[in-house]
Structures are given as C-alpha cells and as structure tokens.
C-alpha cells in the first residue's frame, strides 16, 4: 500500500517540476496573469465586490494570478475569509 502511495506522491512532484520548468521558459506568462489577476481584482472592488484590500489579498492574487484572484472571490464570498 505504501508502494503505491509513494508513487503517486513521485508523479505529482514530476508533474509540479514539469509545470514549473513549463512556466520558467516563458516568465511573461506569470507576469502577465499576475498583472491581470490585480487589475481585475482593482475593477470587482470598484464595482463594489467588497473584498477588504489588504496586504495578504493583495499578495494572494499577485503570486496566484486570475486562480489566485478566484480563491480570493470564493473566500469572500463563503464567508471563511477576507
């Protein structure tokens, strides 16, 4: 059983090394999803969204992009943070 549990654990870190090494050929891809997630964020708060911007939302959406930006929005939304 631990055989197989640590294969997978071998294959998810393959996969997060390949998506890593995918990622680091094209820097301007991260910059450009980091620039997209903050504007977007910036525009929800001046509709009126109401997440609080502070620095660990603001953080959040940078390092994570427009996934870090929904992350944010679901956790506004349920309540469980921001």
Not at 4 to 28: D, H, Q, R, S, T
């Amino acid at each position: 059983m631990t055989f197989f549990i640590e294969l997978g654990a071998l294959l998810v870190a393959l996969f997060l090394l390949y998506l890593l090494v995918l990622f680091l050929k094209n820097p301007m891809h991260i910059i450009l999803n980091s620039v997209f997630g903050i504007v977007i964020f910036m525009v929800l708060n001046l509709l009126g969204a109401g997440i609080p911007i502070n620095l660990l939302s603001v953080g959040v959406v940078a390092v994570g992009g427009l996934t870090g930006l929904l992350l944010v929005l679901m956790l506004h939304v349920t309540g469980l943070g921001f």
